[in-house]
């Protein structure tokens, strides 16, 4: 079976492969980025390993979006909660 070079390919598919890279790259970096930020804490399992698996595995976005929705703690799990002042 001959391989499809990329001139071969027509202009619609170029620009889809084009896109889809992209939308992945934005996603590695806006993940990792926000891990990077994150504490420890709010983050579910290990942020080396979230890192590795947001690195290393080529997702199509999949790792990415699994970190936003799986991989960080809701909003004050895992946080001090803030002390009200005494009402006088």
């Keep these: 079976m ?5 001139h ?3 202009p ?5 492969i084009i896109v889809g890279g992209a939308l992945d790259g934005a996603l ?5 980025s926000d ?8 983050v579910r399992g290990s942020k080396v390993w979230w890192a590795i698996a947001i690195t290393l595995i080529n997702s199509v976005g999949a790792v990415p979006i699994a970190y936003f929705v799986y991989g960080r703690q809701p909003q004050g799990i ?3 909660q803030p002390r009200r002042p005494a009402r006088p």
């Design 28 to 32: 590695k970096v806006a993940a990792l």
């Design 8 to 10: 071969d390919l027509s």
């Design 35 to 42: 891990l990077a930020r994150r504490p420890a804490a709010e």
């Design 12 to 16: 619609r598919r170029r620009r889809a």
């Design 2 to 6: 001959a391989r499809t070079r990329w």
């Design 78 to 80: 895992g946080q001090a």
